[in-house]
């Protein structure tokens, strides 16, 4: 017998095909990226994704805090913690009392993870550019509308202090094959 919590589905309803459902998509497309630029930081700096974040996130900063970051990478606040914890060993952050709020620790990088960041951002960039070259312009400015429309809709770029017009204008003067 069947539940009636069960849902029911028409028989005009298709089946869900995994690889064609677009969350799918971008889950596994997240994934393959992130693996993709791992392997620059990874092997020239000794550093995982989580850290590599924690850094992507305070290196522009004059100081923030893991909540900040959490918020802004999505990650996990123990993964945040983690990561944070082995930078600090490394040398490579710090923490300090926070000026506004004598309650919280900012993140900053220390010197030499200022060094680190000034080294792989460029690395970074490139990798994303080389990745980025298999799209024409005109692919690349609606793959970015797309994405600016999506974090619109979830509340993502205001989350993460992302600006979109300066997004737009970047990946239209700077990447993408010629049309």
Same mark, same amino acid.
């Given at each position: ?14 089946p869900l095909q995994l690889g064609d ?13 992130? $693996?993709?630029?791992?392997?620059v930081y990874r092997e020239r700096f ?14 522009? $900063? ?28 490394? &040398? ?34 490139e990798r994303e550019s080389s990745l ?28 993460? &202090? ?18």
């Amino acid at each position: 017998m069947e539940s009636k919590s069960a849902v029911s589905r028409s028989p005009d309803t298709p089946p869900l095909q995994l690889g064609d459902f677009v969350p799918f998509r971008l889950n596994r497309l997240a994934a393959e990226v992130s $693996e993709h630029l791992a392997t620059v930081y990874r092997e020239r700096f000794g550093l995982e994704i989580p850290e590599w974040r924690v850094m992507a996130t305070v290196g522009p $900063e004059r100081g923030c805090t893991a909540q900040y970051i959490a918020r802004s990478t999505r990650m996990h606040k123990t993964r945040v913690s983690r990561a944070i914890a082995h930078l600090e060993k490394r &040398g490579l952050m710090t923490r300090v009392t926070s000026s506004a709020d004598r309650r919280e620790m900012e993140l900053r990088l220390t010197k030499a993870g200022r060094r680190i960041y000034s080294e792989l951002v460029p690395l970074a960039l490139e990798r994303e550019s080389s990745l980025l070259a298999c799209m024409t312009r005109e692919q690349l400015r609606a793959f970015v509308t797309g994405l600016d429309c999506l974090e619109a809709f979830l509340g993502l770029r205001q989350e993460s &202090g992302q600006n979109s017009d300066a997004d737009s204008r970047r990946y239209s003067a700077d990447h993408g094959s010629a049309d």
